[in-house]
T-cell receptor, first 111, second 117 residues
Framework: DAKTTQPTSMDCAEGRAANLPCNHS???????VYWYRQIHSQGPQYIIH???NNETNEMASLIITEDRKSSTLILPHATLRDTAVYYC????????????FGQGTTLQVKP | EAGVTQSPTHLIKTRGQQATLRCSPI?????VYWYQQALGLGLQFLLW???????NRGNFPPRFSGRQFPNYSSELNVNALELEDSALYLC????????????????FGAGTRLSVL
């Protein structure tokens, strides 16, 4: 599975959009981009995933560049409860069963 | 629908003892995964069970072991506990193998916090 790179930390004002970038320049054609988040000392929570097209669900939007080398997770109206560590993970068909969590991005939403 | 449940929530042991952690997957899920998250560190993959068989294990010593029961629940055993085993242990489940179509996700429990004194 491809390695992903994320900024260590970001701040966002409450009510504003939070845009979290992820670089996955070595991603292969069959690898999906998944996003999870982990609120302090809880289990990670799935947010969204995509392959090529942009995706949106009730939690967030995922924008994947045309060359698929990077993506952005968008939380349209961040709240204080969105403060968490956000992980971007590339998952292919290697069937190892393991998710490789990097350091993620610590998003601090401020009032 | 009940999520992944883990017990106990907290566990305190002394060095050299054995710890047993339990996990019940979401109904209908056959795969169970275990991860370790030591303080200040990322999540590290420990074990993956599917249909009662160990499918993969991470870079951990053999004193970390587990099993999956016919009802798909799972147990993680840590023998000869060391201080550095203190961590949050997370269990996740999925309906089938991750990566077989890119559409399945791992659903995580709240974890068991193990403290080794």
């Amino acid at each position: 599975d491809a390695k992903t790179t994320q900024p260590t930390s970001m701040d966002c004002a409450e009510g504003r959009a939070a845009n979290l970038p992820c670089n996955h320049s070595t991603i292969s054609g069959n690898e999906y981009v998944y996003w999870y988040r982990q609120i302090h000392s809880q289990g990670p929570q799935y947010i969204i995933h995509g392959l090529k097209n942009n995706e949106t669900n009730e939690m967030a939007s995922l924008i994947i560049t045309e060359d698929r080398k990077s993506s952005t997770l968008i939380l349209p109206h961040a709240t204080l409860r969105d403060t968490a560590v956000y992980y971007c993970i590339a998952i292919g068909s290697s069937n190892t069963g393991k998710l490789i969590f990097g350091q993620g991005t610590t998003l601090q939403v401020k009032p | 629908e009940a999520g992944v449940t883990q017990s106990p929530t907290h566990l305190i042991k002394t060095r050299g003892q054995q710890a047993t952690l339990r996990c019940s997957p979401i109904s209908g899920h056959t795969s169970v995964y275990w991860y370790q998250q030591a303080l200040g560190l990322g999540l590290q993959f420990l074990l993956w069970y599917d249909e009662g068989e160990e499918r993969n294990r991470g870079n951990f010593p053999p004193r970390f072991s587990g099993r999956q029961f016919p009802n798909y629940s799972s147990e993680l055993n840590v023998n000869a506990l060391e201080l550095e085993d203190s961590a949050l242990y997370l269990c996740a489940s999925s309906p089938r193998l991750i990566g077989t179509g890119g559409t399945d996700t791992q659903d995580f429990g709240a974890g068991t916090r193990l403290s080794v004194l």
